[in-house]
């Protein structure tokens, strides 16, 4: 069965730093394409971030182009986001998908707050 | 970036009745590449329907999406208390993949 399982979220301060992760397993993860999707508190759905399969390509979107980097560890079948210079607004449950198009697995989400 | 725009925001509805949910794309969605989720309170999104109408695995045939160009349903035949929730429809024609802001079924 396949699973993704994302860890790392935390209290930070604004303008701090962190990075979470999300473990894959019961797929081929080298092969698939991924992405980072966030939700803030009581909001719908935002995506923030895409990796290719190879991690060659990358895109972000425009409210964390610049602060988050996206990146793969194919060998450790893991999905990272490094996310700097956090502000409030940066505040929201963060999931990791499998990416076909649309999102066809999902994690069960980690939250990260942004706050003094 | 194309905008997708959900109708109703909330539809009150009860078990057995049938429920209509709409998203309208600011411009057209080619191909049909158009995605439906589904979210409980808690819980991860999960994938419903994608190219406007094929049903992902597992998910039941009271499910079903249907449209094309820049209007989209998603119908549930018959309500079950497990399928009150907020829906969310997502189109990948265009990178990046937008999101619409949902529309929560609730029990009437």
């Known amino acids: 069965e396949m699973q993704l399982v994302e860890s790392g979220g935390d209290l930070v301060q604004p303008g701090g730093s962190l990075r979470v992760s999300c473990a894959a397993s019961?797929?081929?993860?080298?092969?698939?394409?991924m992405s980072w999707v966030r939700q803030a508190p009581g909001k719908g759905l935002e995506w923030v971030s895409y990796i290719s399969s190879t991690g060659s390509t990358r895109s972000y979107a425009d409210s964390v182009e610049g602060r988050f980097t996206i990146s793969r560890d194919n060998a450790k079948n893991s999905l990272y986001l490094q996310m700097n210079s956090l502000r409030a607004e940066d505040t929201a449950v963060y999931y990791c998908?499998?990416?076909?198009?649309?999102?066809?697995?999902w994690g069960q989400g980690t939250r990260v707050t942004v706050s003094s | 970036e194309i905008v997708l725009t959900q109708s109703p925001g909330t539809l009150s509805l009860s078990p057995g009745e049938r429920a209509t949910l709409s998203c309208k794309a600011s411009q057209s969605v080619s191909s049909g590449y158009l995605a439906w989720y589904q979210q409980k309170p808690g819980q991860a999104p999960r994938l419903l329907t994608y190219a406007a109408s094929f049903r992902a695995t597992g998910i039941p045939d009271r499910f079903s999406g249907s449209g094309s160009g820049t209007d989209f349903t998603l119908t549930i035949s018959r309500l079950e208390p497990d399928d009150f929730a907020v829906y969310y429809c997502?189109?990948?024609?265009?990178?990046?993949?937008?999101f619409g802001p949902g529309t929560k079924v609730e029990i009437k």
């Open positions: 997502q189109q990948y024609h265009l990178s990046p993949g937008t």
């Open positions: 998908a499998r990416h076909v198009g649309y999102f066809d697995s």
């Open positions: 019961g797929f081929s993860f080298r092969t698939y394409e």
